[in-house]
């Protein structure tokens, strides 16, 4: 028994690519988009250029690579956390939100959980 338990272990690990794709989620979460280009870069550029030690999730969306940061399942949490992130010198990061692993509007995402919008 234990060593299937273990050879199922191993087997994830060796299954699992290593990327920076997220991982799905369920439910409504909220990320600070920090860059959109349409090339891919390696995310230690955000490391080496603007200290971010956090993951780096990539998102390919509507012909774009879209690096964000973060998973909140609170709205005014990312919006604080947009703002740690502008404070090391990102231009323009801003928050986005996804259902259940899809991007939505930010406004469709605070509907659904209830909240409220913060300056």
């Known amino acids: 028994k234990t060593d299937d338990t273990q ?6 690990v ?3 690519p290593a990327s920076n794709v997220p991982t799905p989620q369920n439910g409504v979460n909220y990320r600070v988009q920090i860059m959109a280009l349409h090339r891919t870069i390696d995310v230690s550029y955000f ?5 971010i030690g956090e993951k780096v999730a990539i998102d390919m969306h509507e012909g774009w690579t879209k690096y964000m940061v973060g998973s909140f399942s609170e709205y005014r ?43």
Do not use: C
Not at 7 to 12: D, F, P, Q, S
Not at 47 to 51: D, E, K
Not at 92 to 109: C, D, H, L, S
């Open 7 to 12: 050879n199922k272990k191993e087997e994830a």
């Open 77 to 119: 949490s990312t919006r604080d956390h947009r703002e740690q992130i502008r404070g090391k010198g990102v231009a323009g990061p801003f928050v986005t939100a996804y259902n259940n692993g899809k991007r939505i509007t930010v406004q469709e995402a605070l509907m659904i959980t209830n909240q409220k919008w913060y300056k």
């Open 14 to 16: 060796v299954n699992t």
């Open 47 to 51: 490391q080496s250029t603007y200290q």
